[in-house]
């Protein structure tokens, strides 16, 4: 059974850091990529940044230099460092592997950015 867990999100002041962690289980992690979304209150859920297996990344323009995305293989697990953040940063993210053809999901973690 493919279960992604996210945690790390929480309450931070506008120019602060968080580091959300997505703990995979069921798969073999290494062979898979991996990417985080997030969804803002009344609006559609957004790609902010992904990795391949092979560690190459990709970011959303809007978190581009203050978002890092990496991956531990042999915890199995991926990371968002999230630095310098704006109140416009607040949503639930998620976490997403590919498997075939289907989308596997966490089940969120809330971060809200305000002071």
């Known amino acids: 059974q493919v279960q992604l867990v996210e945690s790390g999100g929480g309450l931070v002041q506008p120019g602060g850091s968080l580091r959300l962690s997505c703990v995979t289980s069921?798969?073999?992690?290494?062979?898979?990529?991996i990417s985080w979304h997030r969804q803002a209150h009344g609006k559609q859920r957004e790609l902010v940044a992904s990795?391949?297996?092979?560690?190459?990344?990709n970011y959303a323009t809007s978190v581009q230099g203050r978002f890092t995305i990496s991956r531990d293989n042999v915890k199995n697990t991926a990371y968002l460092q999230m630095n310098s953040l704006r109140h416009e940063d607040t949503a639930v993210y998620y976490c997403?592997?590919?498997?075939?053809?289907?989308?596997?999901w966490g089940q969120g973690t809330q971060v809200t950015v305000s002071s």
């Open positions: 997403k592997t590919t498997i075939g053809l289907t989308d596997f």
């Open positions: 990795i391949t297996k092979g560690g190459s990344t």
């Open positions: 069921g798969i073999a992690f290494s062979k898979f990529p």
